[in-house]
């Protein structure tokens, strides 16, 4: 093939390794970012695992990587996109703990990436990842730079911020690395931890909702499994409003119990109450697989009606993201 490789175009290449030759193909992504990957056959694996022994039997076992050199691979390119030569070396330590410096400037370069991807406008991953490694990242290997952005895009996930295509949250980061990123996220002012505090005042949870809804939310909050109970002359729960914010958001200015727009429009947008399907009184969540987003008639009727079980059964019934939970309960 003369040609350069094309978005989603799959670029069959041939690896060179201490002379055996080895199978495998490039693909361009489609998306803005035309990030290129490069894919290998299972014999290339095995001439992986025999220069890298003691990462892959680790790896095999799920065992801690970080007191392993890492293990770094580079290509040369032989004859256009076709042919690569491979050379694999172990580099510095895996564990080598970041610095505030370098984590600041991971995170920064994340939030322009961002910034970029949210207005639309072009950009290339490998370039900021370059600019790093060439700057503040100099001693971090490339995937480890990599690695450390799906770190960040697990922080944001759970903390219901937008995250990057393409930097799939990690499914492990320490809790150190979590707290540093937050601490750097209020530093440069897009994290609040007062935003996403749960409370038992109403006005204090829609306070912190409508910050959350001006700001944008994303992904799906945890919520809270047992909310903190305050007894006085009656017991009270606290309220995560980031479990308010997305049901609001996710219901679109629609009615989840008659599938109506809102009434009318509020401070937050189209005025719609947030329901427990079984109430926190008697041990219900608060989580999105717990509330629902209603008018005020549908939430009247789930209190007051004469028909409110039916009712409630019908809600369970359009709403699939929802618990099944007793009848009785939902009272």
Wanted: net charge positive; glycine share 6%.
């Amino acid at each position: 093939m003369a040609h350069d490789p094309q978005p989603g175009e799959h670029l069959p290449v041939e690896m060179v390794f201490n002379g055996a030759k080895y199978e495998a193909y490039i693909a361009i992504e489609s998306s803005p970012t035309h990030r290129t990957r490069l894919f290998w056959q299972k014999d290339f694996v095995k001439a992986l695992a025999s220069a890298f022994p003691s990462h892959f039997a680790m790896a095999q076992n799920s065992s801690d990587l970080s007191n392993l050199p890492s293990a770094e691979m580079q290509l040369t390119r032989l004859d256009g996109f076709q042919r690569y030569m491979v050379t694999l070396r172990e580099g510095g330590p895996l564990g080598a703990e970041w610095t505030d410096e370098e984590m600041t400037a991971a995170v920064r370069a994340y939030l322009a990436m961002r910034e970029q991807e949210y207005m639309g406008a072009p950009y290339r991953k490998a370039d900021f990842n370059r600019k790093l490694r060439e700057g503040a990242l100099a001693r971090r290997s490339k995937a480890s730079v990599e690695y450390r952005m799906q770190n960040i895009s697990a922080v944001l996930k759970e903390i219901c911020e937008p995250t990057i295509k393409g930097y799939l949250p990690a499914k492990n980061i320490g809790i150190q690395a979590k707290e540093k990123v937050l601490a750097i996220l209020e530093q440069l002012g897009h994290y609040s931890p007062e935003d996403y505090k749960p409370d038992f005042d109403e006005k204090t949870v829609d306070e912190r909702v409508k910050k959350l809804l001006k700001k944008g939310i994303s992904g799906v909050p945890k919520g809270q499994e047992k909310p903190q109970q305050s007894v006085k002359s009656s017991t009270t729960y606290a309220r995560d409003p980031s479990v308010k914010a997305w049901i609001l958001k996710n219901s679109g200015g629609i009615c989840e119990g008659c599938l109506s727009p809102a009434p009318f429009k509020g401070d937050n947008g189209p005025y719609l109450e947030v329901h427990h399907m079984v109430n926190l009184a008697q041990g219900g969540p608060d989580t999105i697989k717990n509330t629902v987003a209603l008018c005020p008639n549908c939430h009247r009727r789930c209190h007051i009606s004469i028909e409110k079980e039916a009712f409630v059964f019908e809600i369970y019934s359009k709403v699939p993201r929802l618990s099944k939970a007793p009848l009785d309960q939902s009272k």
